[in-house]
Nanobody, 121 residues
């Protein structure tokens, strides 16, 4: 019974686009932050993009200008639109969810299982 489920990955040619989805179905009523992180072959898991409940966003330098993170609060879902994809974007993309806590803080992360993105010609 996964509470964080990613989808939308696949194989795409360089220059192409993909749209990833992250849907939360756990017990958190108020989500403070949702984020996407990527783990490439032989690499650590690094932040790609994040979005808070007040709309603030953050992007890795490699994602700026190409990727857009959005959310649907009612559906407890976050999306990652990836454009102009490059081979170095290849990896497993994981979604992270944090509960909103008092005092503009968030709780510990809940992770999904990841979705594979492969960029190759």
């Amino acid at each position: 019974q996964e509470q964080v489920v990613e989808s939308g990955g696949g194989l795409v040619q360089p220059g192409g686009s993909l749209r990833l989805s992250c849907q939360y179905s756990g017990g958190i009523s108020n989500i403070g932050l949702m984020a996407w992180a990527r783990q490439g072959p032989g690499r650590r898991r690094d932040l790609v993009a994040s979005i808070t409940d007040n709309g603030s966003t953050d992007y890795a330098e490699t994602a700026k200008g190409r990727f857009i993170i959005t959310r649907d609060s009612a559906k407890k879902t976050a999306y990652l639109q990836m454009n102009n994809l490059k081979p170095e974007d290849t990896g497993v993309y994981y979604c992270r969810v944090h509960e909103r806590l008092p005092g503009l803080t968030v709780g510990p992360p809940e992770w999904g299982q990841g979705t594979q993105v492969t960029v190759s010609s």
